[in-house]
């Protein structure tokens, strides 16, 4: 279980290390100065850098060429018969994706959001394309998201990717094997199928989310320690993170199925309505588990708080049992002189002590038995 | 009053085995692996094994048949006059399934929805027909929900659910009996029937619901204890998933009053119309019932905090008017040497220990005296 | 002022007797089972026994008859000239109830709202009848609405009530007596008249709520006590139950003021705006209230760890001044032999006594000082 | 700075008095009888008596009368190039207001809520006049507001005011004194300056409620004390008046702003456009000052919580470092019959006392060394 | 890492000084008194004194001049080829802004905004000119901001700032150089440059913000102090603060973007969508940067609580153990006259003192051990 609560909630380790602070939002290093020209094309320092593949194909054969040369790319289809796809992986070649770019048309306010990676998911229209941003999962099982930018004009989608890794292997698959529609198919549907396996790569990461949820409630209940509320925030925060990459893009989606696009044909449409309410039920789960995280808060406030009422009525009955007795022992301990008959005449009688005792067990019993009464005893 | 809240609070006791966590979500197994070609019908390995019963009816006459092969299904009557209501149980039969779309036509997208059984409520409109996906409610006391998917076309209806047992029993009884409307009406009244049914359905569960609130509410009023906030957690957990079944019902049902479908007659529609407002109804009793037990948690805390209060003042009280007393007889056990008339002349005094006993009377008299003017008291 | 808290939250005395439980919302009995064709009138058992009432008037006269019996109803007078207004209490008898929706062509849909009396209130527009659905305050102080059903049509009002005891009296009165422009006008300007007296009747309902919640926060300041907590959410839920009631009674008033009814004329549009200005202005004062309420919460909860810290500090004080005296009594009260000058020479001192008693002085007075330099005492 | 306080959390005075008991709202005295025909003027018997100002101008010259008579009013000029203003303040005579509006064909529901004077601000457009309530800060400093009611017609501006004392003298001033365009411009002019007066009356008011929350925070963050929470519950619930005042406002002048009035003209509609710019702006304000409000809240409990902390921290340190040395003493107090070489030989050796309070000294300091290395010590 | 959280809690210094307080809004003197007729030009007394750059410049050349007069400014080129920028920094001198108001006939409302300092950022539109309202984050680290007037007409640009000091250098910079498409764009380009740069200026901010939010949520983890709910407080009010001077903006660009302003041009619209998606994506960021501060208040209480458990509980051991030890001290302590058999034979004892050390002993162990086994020691 901890391994799972520790997946989820990971940048708690760091936490511990003051002197490297975690930052709650990646650095948000938009171009290197504030005013620089916009559509100038300054790529990320940390960036991986940059390969392209390709894949030709039509509803006959396929053609796929890995680490191929910008200068080698096909030209586009532009027709609706067969589809280009161009998946650009690593931004850190701004130059590669200027020439892109200019190969292919695309505006330069578009390529300049490709590198400026911290994007919202949106959809723009611009004269003979449409560019699409979306945030994907990463494959592991954390909230961490990268950005994944999708071009589609007249037989030709391009993409780029900031890591190695993602969600398309399956979609590549079907297309080097022929199965299903996609490739009988024009450019939009390819357009669907990436945007479908970037959201079906949501539901295992929200899948593991759960299980910590679930794993994280179950030890509040049984024994709170106050790293559960740390856990409970990382959580929260990243299903924040979640609720932030999935929430624009069901209104991206909204938007290309009412608005006329006429890149994207209604048989496409279909399957993208699909793909639509596919994001509404990951809202609808990532809402629920941050009421869910919310009410763990809750919990664990409820049972600290029924913690120190448990100890402070151990030290109450402790107390008040205690301290009449010290009290009565403290009594007769005291150095009257008792040749006196009016000073503590008890201490010469013969059962003294037996009258000293039988008063404290009295005083003892009593005082327990009212606790008793009032049910702070058992529990 | 303990059953009715242990019925709604059900998953609490598994949460006392740390080593099998309950999970908040089902599993979300949307299809074996991310990126599966749209339309392929992987069953739920969970899912109960598929049976076929049918009603074939019109004004004169009913025909029913229980456990129907497949292949023996009587041909969609394309008329208003005559309907066809198929009804399959059980979901693990793919083939089975896939079958049943490929004789009427059904979209494979539609069906694909079918198998993968955590939709959310929707409806949607398809060439010649309408898909709507319903969650019903178990006819038992608790907050289980089954996905039920009706599909309506010219003459015919066809319901999947996932489970024996359902809401329908009297929608059946009224088709066998010929009883109110329902056999002189085309196949859309029959589907707003199996709606109403589906929808009243919930009103039973929410009245135990409100009974187990009112219970909770009394016990935590009478005794707080730790367990009653984990139970509070779970009714709201559970109204949460309620909430989530209902209210896009109401959505879909505000798709089917408002936009214009053919398959849908005004005669019907002011009768969804009058199901609309039971939706609305139960979305107002959920959220009534969810301010409730947020109250509940305020209530619980109130009550910690004023038992905290309480034990508190008992302790203050026994010390402050113990430790002076205590105090006094310290001093008079001290040892000194009592031969100078400066060390504890007290001691020597013939009615020393009556004057040392009055002062602790005195002290404890007037401290629990100050107590009682502070009203700290007799509570 | 405790009698006005009292009658605004009864169901306290209620939750003492956890053998019954108080339902927080009324049993929700729609119809006797899930699944009843439509349409049917089951009453409710515990409905009070029928009776009819009925005025018919025009400018000149009124004919006024009490406990009429269903068959001797005149004629609805289908002319703008005349109105009558049937008013029928009590909704035990469902054949009467039926037979007067026979008679004057009530939709069976809108009957059965009529008996089913946990309805929100709306409006419905039917073929030649307008059906309003409204909650009445109880003409005493508490929150309890009664349902009342207003049917209208061509020169026809039909109101349906729960109980005996409405806020109609003064619409009575000005029928009877001719007073204003009642008489003259056609039936909607008696349906304004009848919804503009039940908004009017939850002013005074209001007044006491305010009246209570002030009492309340007065107490609450001065010595709050576990009950007020209590108090104040039987007051948040009388809250939200009247705003249950008024907030669809605004919108239903929007709905006749926006949509084109041709049965509610333009001039008794103005007089309908008018009782909408009322409905926001309920509306306004039931959300201030609801946040007085909600700000009691914290002001209880704060003034209750004000308590705490207070009683902590008296313990705090006392023990903190009588543990080191206490520990120098003990220190002189030890029994070493004092024959070896190194053992507590002290003890043999001609001022031991005074010496040690200014040691105990000295430390609580120190003490004392400390306290007071830190503001602890005086409060 | 206490002044300030108290002036915006004024009615905390009376709450010391339970015996008269604050109203959250002022009394809600909607008519004498609920029922009451629409349209009759029964005037509040805590109204003022009402006297009637006029001022009627044109760009060359001014009529200016005080206290006249109803009878000797001026007729309404109904020409764009002259103005009459009459200013009706004080609401006890509801003849001499009757009469008014008989003169100028005022509508009597509007007549009706000009003298209910908790009307929520709206604007209501009649056949040939506009009616528009506000509401207007007092010239004080406190968040008690008045209702202005403003009718315009053609040439006519009347206005109807609770209470001498108003936000409109710059106003008369800029008409005596010719100065702006106040006199050129016809009647639709003159009422944006009053309302545009009436929302600069908001400023000053809020100006002090920003200092008393300032000053407030500043004393919760030295010495919290209740009684700033009262204050802060004061100046939330002043808040939410102002907001009830000021947010309808905004609206109404959307209103204006939108629909298409021929009583205001564009020229008019420019200079409303910038009051409703100062309305939100005063909205934007009032709720960042309820957010800070509510801030201090939190403020005021996690100060008291940190209190409590150090409360209980120096209550452990003192017990804990005395305890086990009180403990000591008690074991070397005791009476064992030291003949015996077993029974407490300490007490007879020549170093015994010295080597006790060696024991005790190393329990101390080693106690307080722990609590120093918790970094409990010197905070 | 306490100076960038002091650098973004500045104010929380003057909090100490109670004699001045820190006011939560800037001073809201619109106007000197309320009701001065609008368009009166009266400068804030605290404001800069007033100079003015402008820059005349088409694709070809470049004409700067500092510190012009107001008489020797250009006339308005009234071309698109050609942009004259005149940049205003200061607004102290209201005689200056009222000439330039004058001479390139500015709407009086607007220029009275200009000089009223606390405007909301908002776009109006007049017959022949667009004015716009930014608020610009101060180019240093915190949440200042300042208002930013622009004003656009046909190839002409006013711009008003209130202090020296600007995001605007890039954009000179570009203007000097020629770099990008500045220079051969209508002036409108120049307003999206400007406001983009405006825009660009807060992502530093909130870089800095974040990093604070980080290294207070490290401090509060390992060691919470009061001071650091202040902190908390002071971040949650700055970014109320950029809240409110972001969300407008993005409201103008939105009224910018859907309105057809002839001032404004189709190509220049797609780069206006381009800030309109950073200002969405800085709402987010604030919105996160919320819900986290708010999250951390949470973590303060909860950090809060736990120690004063664990404070609770170390005092509830000590006196738990040592109570029963001290009583049994004290019982041997007494002075009962040991010549009576019944009285403490155990003082007589060969062995009665090992005797009492081993029952204190064992009971002692005995409490220790029951902690141990419920997990209280060693934490």
Redesign the interface.
Known sequence: ?QSIINAWSRNIKN?RR?QQ?????P??K??D????????LIADPDAQSSSIHYFLFDADQVVEQRNCPATQLPPPPLTDQKVLWIDVVGLADSDLIQAIGNSFGL?H?ALE?VVNV???P?V?EYEDHVYIVLRMASPGTTADTEQVSIFLSKGLVITFQERLGD?????R??IRQG????RSKPADYLVY?LI??TI??Y??V??VG??A???L???I???PK?TH??HV?NL??NL?ALR?AIWPTRDLLSVILRDDMPLVSDGTR??L??VH??T??LI??VE??R??AS?L?????????????E??????I???V??????V??????????S?P???P?????????F?LLIMAGAGVGLIYLFWRR?WLGR
Request: contains cysteine; glycine residues 8%; hydrophobic residues 35%.
């Open positions: 279980m936490s003051p602070p975690k930052r709650p939002f650095r948000l938009r171009r100065a504030p005013g620089t020209p916009p559509g100038s505006h306010l959001d911290h994007q919202r949106k723009e969600c398309f292997e399956p979609v698959q079907r199965k299903g529609r996609i199928a479908d396996a079906d790569g539901f295992p929200l899948d759960g299980e949820l679930a794993a409630e179950d030890e209940v049984i024994n106050p509320i740390e925030h929260k925060r924040l932030r279909i399957y309505r699909d309410d596919h509404v039920q609808d789960i629920t588990y009421e869910i009410g808060v809750d919990a664990y406030l409820s049972s600290q708080s029924t913690r120190l009422n100890v402070m009525k151990l030290l109450t402790m107390s008040t205690f301290l009449p007795l010290t009290f022992t403290g009594l007769y301990g005291m150095n009257f002189d008792t006196s009016w000073n503590m008890e201490l010469g009688w013969r059962f003294g002590y037996v000293a049910g």
